[in-house]
């Protein structure tokens, strides 16, 4: 059974720091791309960081650049995403997705930046 699940959400201060974790399993997790994507109340869901099988090639979203890091420990069936200096408009749901032959979704862990 292919499970994602995320971990490390909550609510953090603004300029606060928090890692997201994502566990995946019931797949050869190294036969996939991975990325975290974000939906906040009442926006589309949106691509925030993806990394590549071998984690040699990341991307983020220009609202992120400099602020997350997506990383990935194959060995683990791992992928993180470290967010650091954290803004209010960086609250939403944030999901690990896999993309490879199938694409898997999980259910999202909440995080919310307020003072």
């Known amino acids: 059974q292919v499970q994602l699940v995320e971990s490390g959400g909550g609510l953090v201060q603004p300029g606060g720091s928090l890692r997201l974790s994502c566990a995946a399993s019931g797949f050869s997790f190294s036969d996939f791309g991975m990325s975290w994507h974000r939906q906040a109340p009442g926006k589309e869901r949106e691509l925030v960081a993806s990394?590549?099988?071998?984690?040699?090639?990341?991307t983020y979203a220009d609202s992120v650049k400099g602020r997350f890091t997506i990383s990935r420990a194959n060995a683990n069936n791992m992928v993180y995403l470290d967010m650091n200096s954290l803004k209010a408009e960086d609250t939403a749901v944030y999901y690990c997705?896999?993309?490879?032959?199938?694409?898997?979704w999980g259910q999202g862990t909440q995080v919310t930046v307020s003072s």
């Open positions: 990394i590549s099988r071998f984690g040699t090639s990341t």
């Open positions: 997705k896999a993309i490879g032959e199938y694409i898997y």
